[in-house]
Every structure is written in C-alpha cells, then in structure tokens.
C-alpha cells in the first residue's frame, strides 16, 4: 500500500503531499514523513519540482495543524456545557496559564522533534483556548522546519530512502517517547510535592 501511494507522488504530487501531511496532522495513520522523503527523492531525478513538493507539504501540514486546533475548540466547549462547575472552570483558567506562558516552544517542538506528539498539541491547544496567532506562529515555523528536513533528506538520500526513512522515524519516535516520559515524571514530582504539603 506504501509503495503504491509513493508511486503517485510524481504524477499527483501537491494533491497527495498536501493530503497526507494534513491528514497526519489529524492524528490519522498517513505516512507523511515517507511521502515527503519520496517527494525529495522525485526532486532529485526531476519528476517534481522543489517548490511544488515543499509548498503543497507545508501547506498540507498547516491547514491541519490549524484543523486539529479547532477541532479542540469545538471539542473543549461541547465538554465545558457538558460538565460545567467551578472546579472545571478552575482547572481549564490553569490549563490555559500554562500553555499561554509555554505552549508555544511546545507547538513548534511537537512540529519536528517530537512530530508523534504534533496532532495531540493540536488538539490540547484548542481546548486549552491558546492564542490562535500565537499558536499558528509556532506551528508555522515548526512545519516549515519538518518539511524542509524531510524533503531534504530525500533529496540528499534519495538513493536510500527506505534506510533515510527509517533512520528519522526511529529518532523521533525515541525522542517522543523521552517527552512523554519526561512530562509524566514532572506531573508524578509536582502530583507528590502537593501531596505532601497538604499533609504537612
């Protein structure tokens, strides 16, 4: 099924680039990053042009960061009328804090570095309500720098694009896990030190 969705990129390049990179930004199982190694690969032997594979993947990737943010919205006001109170009010005001002061180094990581992690940033950002531009900026930026790594690295390696693939997935996907881990042990260090200062 890969190969066969690699085999369009040269004759139906932007459509299939900007579909599947916005339909990874959704959290749906497209490989993008494989697509856009590929689309570099093309770029090399002149099946595409480089303005056309970058553009139509950084475009993809933007329409569905800006998509999953919304969605979030949608999501977080249909959640909030559902189980309104002051407590929940009070968790999302903190919610809200935390991404305004941080959320934008983590919106552009999540882009690129953490790229696994990206479409569940988007999600938390809507519901969270960051600042839509400030979300935006951040996600621009990290998306340009993911689709300029990928469609480079094809272009550099496009005679060994599956070990180039394979390489970038391997390291991103160790990165994420690291974030992931690294969250959950400051929320487990913050979660005990109230712990045991409401018991002091």
Not at 8 to 19: C, D
Not at 20 to 32: D, Y
Not at 58 to 84: E, K, P, Y
Not at 94 to 109: D, H, I, K, N, Y
Request: hydrophobic share 55%.
């Amino acid at each position: 099924m890969i190969e066969g969705l690699i085999e369009l990129v040269p004759r139906y390049g932007p459509f299939i680039l900007a579909l599947g990179t916005f339909l990874s930004c959704l959290a749906l199982p497209v490989p993008s990053s494989l697509l856009m190694l590929s689309a570099g690969g093309f770029v090399a032997s002149g099946d595409i042009s480089a303005i056309t594979a970058i553009g139509a993947a950084f475009i993809g990737a933007v329409l569905g960061d800006l998509t999953g943010f919304h969605i979030g919205q949608r999501g977080a006001r249909i959640l909030a009328r559902l189980s309104g109170g002051p407590k929940r009010a009070r968790l999302m005001a903190r919610a809200r804090t935390a991404l305004r002061q941080r959320g934008t180094p983590a919106v552009f990581l999540s882009r690129w570095l953490f790229s696994p992690l990206g479409p569940y940033v988007n999600f938390a950002g809507g519901a969270a309500a960051l600042p839509l531009m400030l979300f935006a900026r951040a996600a621009i930026a990290g998306e340009a720098v993911w689709v300029l790594t990928y469609t480079g690295a094809g272009y550099l390696f496009a005679e060994n694009l599956i070990w180039i693939g394979t390489v970038l997935s391997d390291v991103t996907g160790l990165l994420s896990a690291l974030a992931v881990l690294t969250v959950c042990a400051l929320w487990l260090r913050t979660a005990l030190r109230h712990r045991h200062d409401r018991e002091t």
